[in-house]
Nanobody, 121 residues
C-alpha cells in the first residue's frame, strides 16, 4: 500500500504565498505522475497542477503563472508553490499520484487526506 500525507495548508492573506508538500510512503517501485487537486465547498474536485515522470507539467488556467509544481524523486515528495493567492483559491487541496508497487505491475491511483488552504483577510 502507498500512503500520501499532505502538509502546509494554512490561513493566508490575499496576495500571500504558501507551499504545500506531499510525501509518499510505503511499498513504492515508481511514481508515474503526481497531481494536486482542490475542492471548494459546494464545488467539484478540480485539477490544479500535475507533473509527469518526464517533467512535463499541466496547470489549471486559473492558477497559471501563480502556482508551480515540483518533485523530489529521491524523497518521493511533490510540492505545490502557490503565490499571489486569491480568496477563490480557498479549498481543501488533495495530493494524488499514480504509483506502481513492483516492477511490471500496473500503477494504481492514490490520494492524500487533504489539507485546508484558506485565503482571507
Amino acid at each position: 500500500q502507498v500512503q500520501l500525507v499532505e502538509s502546509g495548508g494554512d490561513l493566508v492573506q490575499p496576495g500571500g504565498s504558501l507551499r504545500l508538500s506531499c510525501a509518499a510512503s510505503g511499498s513504492i517501485f515508481s511514481i508515474n505522475n503526481w497531481g494536486w487537486y482542490r475542492q471548494a465547498p459546494g464545488k467539484e474536485r478540480e485539477l490544479v497542477a500535475a507533473v509527469a515522470s518526464d517533467g512535463s507539467t499541466n496547470f489549471a488556467d486559473s492558477v497559471k503563472g501563480r502556482f508551480t509544481i515540483s518533485t523530489d524523486n529521491a524523497k518521493n515528495t511533490v510540492h505545490l508553490q502557490m503565490s499571489s493567492l486569491k480568496p477563490e483559491d480557498t479549498a481543501v487541496y488533495y495530493c494524488h499520484c499514480r504509483a506502481a508497487q513492483r516492477p511490471g505491475t500496473l500503477a494504481h491511483v492514490y490520494w492524500g487526506q487533504g489539507t485546508q488552504v484558506t485565503v482571507s483577510s
